[in-house]
Every structure is written in structure tokens, then in C-alpha cells.
């Protein structure tokens, strides 16, 4: 996605990072013209992901 001056201009009102905004857009919902990433779905992501990184770990201490 190509971030216009006001999208930027909005982020760093909002302390918003492209990170933050690159996880929201990922996972998040598409509800009318809203993305949205709401708690629970958050807390999904992060449990697979610290269940990859766990996996991952594991895998480095075998080689």
C-alpha cells in the first residue's frame, strides 16, 4: 500500500507505526471501510507466533 501525506501525517498524530499498521491490515477485518484487528483476534496472532517462534528455537538447538 502506497502511504499518502495525510495517512502519514494521521500515523504520526496518532503514534501509529507502519509496523502496527502492517499487522492491522494482515489480520485484521475488513468491515465496511475498516480494517479492524480487535483484541481477541490480536491475542490469536500472538499466541501462533510465539508457538512459531517456540518451534523455531527448537529446530536451532538441533542443528
Given at each position: 500500500?502506497?502511504?499518502?501525506?495525510h495517512?502519514?501525517a494521521?500515523m504520526s498524530?496518532?503514534?501509529i507505526?507502519?509496523t502496527e499498521?502492517?499487522t492491522v491490515m494482515a489480520?485484521?477485518?475488513?468491515?465496511g471501510?475498516?480494517v479492524?484487528?480487535?483484541k481477541?483476534?490480536?491475542?490469536?496472532?500472538?499466541?501462533?507466533?510465539?508457538?512459531?517462534?517456540s518451534?523455531?528455537?527448537?529446530?536451532?538447538?538441533?542443528?
Open positions: 500500500m502506497t502511504a499518502s501525506q495517512l502519514l494521521r498524530q496518532r503514534s507505526r507502519k499498521l502492517d489480520f485484521g477485518e475488513v468491515i471501510d475498516k479492524i484487528l480487535n481477541q483476534t490480536a491475542k490469536e496472532c500472538l499466541e501462533e507466533l510465539k508457538f512459531l517462534l518451534i523455531k528455537k527448537e529446530q536451532s538447538k538441533c542443528n
